[in-house]
């Protein structure tokens, strides 16, 4: 089944209201495929294999995870050994221990054989605030949007983005594209650089697919082509999700974030990071103090693509999944508050 049109929410509870449904985003844009997780330890893998990504979805994902897992058995020690489980899934983002802590915050109180319902409760008020707050994400989006194409009403605006910070990341509307869909629905002129975003490519397979679906004008690039792209004057702003934003304002993000924010600093291009208020992290003081995900260097050495899987090189390879952008290179932080220059 094509998927037709535009964003949608990523991740719902199953209709028995036992389990969560969520795409597999593994085979996208060639195929569109939605399973049904019906334990901890199936969130969990979904969370680890990629099957679902994106920081604020894999929040969500983990929550529905715990909720699963207390339906089960609601003892104290199943609930922390779920817990310690799901949050050790993938160690960057900090929205999938924000989620799993409003779940313990939700029943602890509760007697054991009573917390399931609220538990499942509280992870669809995690997805329905998500929307919410994308939304609002979006809507400062589009007046900055406005603002920035205000400059030059001649010609489209030109934002570049990195990975993938969509409805495919989010439960819906995204936090860096939702003002890319309400632009374009605004009826302002958008075109949209995506970064391929390597090793993964959640750039040129979900973010493009994303854009497709919404029309939205936009160019598949290679991750090295940005900063040629700002020297030369064709991009009017940059903006990226974030996986965790730190007390400092420091950004850890997709790896490949922090290059293009040196090259957008050294051209002059404003560089805005679109964030929730579920991806700032009060409790760590800096970049530094971020757990970069090291994950296997296979997803370096071989590529997917509608062809399925080959090797590119005859040499292993390190991955670490995400970088740090230090404050100083962040012009301002898209959040459902508003646009802000510190957090
Ligand atoms: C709004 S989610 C943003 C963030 O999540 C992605 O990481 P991954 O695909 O590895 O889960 C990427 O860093 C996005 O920018």
């Known amino acids: 089944m094509k998927l037709q049109g535009t964003h949608q929410r990523s991740i719902t509870r199953t209709a028995d209201g036992r389990g969560a449904r969520i795409m597999d985003q593994r085979d996208l844009p060639w195929a569109i495929s939605w399973v049904e997780l019906r334990s901890a330890a199936d969130a969990e893998r979904a969370i680890r294999e990629m099957w679902t990504r994106g920081a604020p979805l894999i929040g969500a994902t983990a929550a529905y995870g715990l909720a699963m897992a207390l339906a089960e058995d609601g003892s104290d020690e199943a609930l922390d050994r779920a817990y310690r489980f799901l949050l050790a899934s993938r160690p960057t983002a900090v929205n999938l221990r924000w989620a799993l802590d409003k779940l313990v915050e939700t029943v602890r109180p509760l007697p054991a054989a009573e917390r399931a319902a609220p538990a499942f409760a509280r992870a669809d008020a ?120 730190t007390a400092n304002g420091d950004v850890c993000n997709k790896i490949g974030t922090y290059l293009k924010a040196l090259a957008a600093k050294d051209n002059g291009v404003p560089f805005y990071v679109a964030l929730p208020y579920t991806t700032f992290d009060a409790d760590t003081a800096t970049g530094a103090d971020v757990p970069i995900e090291e994950r296997s260097g296979d997803e370096v050495t071989h590529v997917s693509g509608e062809g399925g899987r080959i090797r590119v090189t005859a040499s292993t390879a390190a991955n670490p999944a995400f970088d740090v952008t230090p404050a100083r290179l962040v012009t301002g932080y898209l959040t459902e508050r508003g646009l802000v220059e510190k957090v």
């Open 126 to 245: 995690i997805c329905d605030e998500d929307v919410e707050l994308n939304r609002a994400i979006g809507a400062h989006g589009l007046e900055l949007f406005r603002e920035l194409h205000a400059r030059h009403p001649d010609r489209p605006l030109n934002i570049l983005t990195h990975c993938n910070a969509g409805w495919l990341a989010t439960v819906d509307y995204g936090t860096a594209t939702a003002p890319m869909y309400l632009a374009h629905d605004a009826g302002i002129p958008v075109h949209v650089w995506v970064d391929e975003t390597r090793p993964r490519n959640q750039g040129a397979l979900l973010t493009a697919f994303e854009l497709a679906g919404h029309g939205v004008p936009h160019t598949v690039i290679t991750d090295n082509a940005g900063g040629h792209l700002m020297m030369t004057g064709q991009v009017d702003a940059v903006i990226v999700g974030t996986d965790r934003v």
